[in-house]
């Protein structure tokens, strides 16, 4: 019971945080007279819904009822989810209505084969643990984001060292997007399994330390991307843009393979080569 009350508060801080999103003008309304809230009422959007506002508020108040997919469909059509976001509404509504189970297991391990694959690599990659540790990496990964050794086991963390490590804060170009993109993943972790002691901790110690952190995880970003490209900077190649994907590691849900790579013949393929070079030359000087 006491999982299924913590993914009921979950969805309940999710239906709050895509209300405010919304104004009145963006769902046809007219707003009118002076308003305490920056986005939607509870009892616009249950109109909206076609529900009762007790019964949605007591959706947002993370008390446990168990929505049909019907009302979840219109719930997702009032608030304008996206396909991603509609989702997502619908793994919360299910995770409390059937009791989701824990999703703890043993610790996160990297098989001895993907560490060889790893430091086979040509090209930066790196392990993630399900709440964005850095499990393993190899030596392009340092030439590219720095050498996640320097930090203590429970720092190495890609989310911590995005809002708490200038260095890397320096070299993702595009840092805001960046930072929401693996938000966006850290999310659905933790809605998978609120209670979970990494999550919570990560979550509490840079709530408590950045307020960046806090108005971006606010906002409730659902993202979960399986690959892209992203701008980094660097101090003595400028910049360089990679696409990057995730390959899951075998017996999932778990750690993901995160690669970085550039096209042959072009010019940031040129300036990862040129970067491995480097890399190379600081690691034999030292």
Not at 118 to 139: K, M
């Amino acid at each position: 019971m006491a999982s299924n009350r913590l993914h009921a508060r979950e969805l309940g801080i999710f239906l709050r945080a895509r209300r405010n999103r919304l104004r009145p003008q963006d769902v046809g309304l007219e707003p009118s007279g002076r308003r305490k809230v920056a986005g939607l009422r509870r009892e616009e959007l249950a109109l909206l819904a076609g529900l009762s506002t007790d019964y949605y508020q007591r959706m947002e108040q993370g008390r446990e009822v168990r929505p049909s997919d019907d009302l979840l469909d219109a719930l997702a059509t009032a608030l304008k989810l996206d396909e991603e976001e509609r989702r997502h509404l619908f793994a919360l509504a299910d995770a409390v209505r059937r009791g989701a189970p824990e999703v703890r297991g043993d610790e996160e391990v990297v098989p001895d084969a993907t560490r060889h694959l790893l430091h086979s690599l040509s090209t930066p990659a790196y392990v993630l643990g399900r709440h964005l540790d850095v499990l393993a990496w190899n030596t392009m990964a340092e030439a590219l984001l720095g050498d996640p050794s320097d930090a203590q086991p429970p720092q190495r963390n890609m989310l911590m060292a995005l809002f708490l490590d200038p260095e890397v804060r320096f070299r993702c170009a595009h840092w805001e997007s960046t930072a929401v993109e693996y938000i966006g993943m850290l999310r659905a972790t933790v809605a998978a399994d609120p209670s979970h002691p990494r999550g919570t901790a990560i979550v509490g110690e840079l709530s408590i330390r950045s307020t960046e952190f806090r108005r971006l995880w606010d906002r409730y970003d659902v993202r979960a991307p399986v690959q892209g490209t992203k701008t980094f900077r660097h101090r003595e190649i400028g910049e360089i843009t990679l696409d990057w994907a995730t390959y899951p590691l075998p017996g999932g849900p778990g750690p993901v393979l995160m690669v970085y790579t550039a096209e042959p013949g072009t010019a940031e393929a040129e300036k990862l080569a040129l970067l491995g070079v480097l890399h190379q030359n600081r690691r034999s000087r030292s």
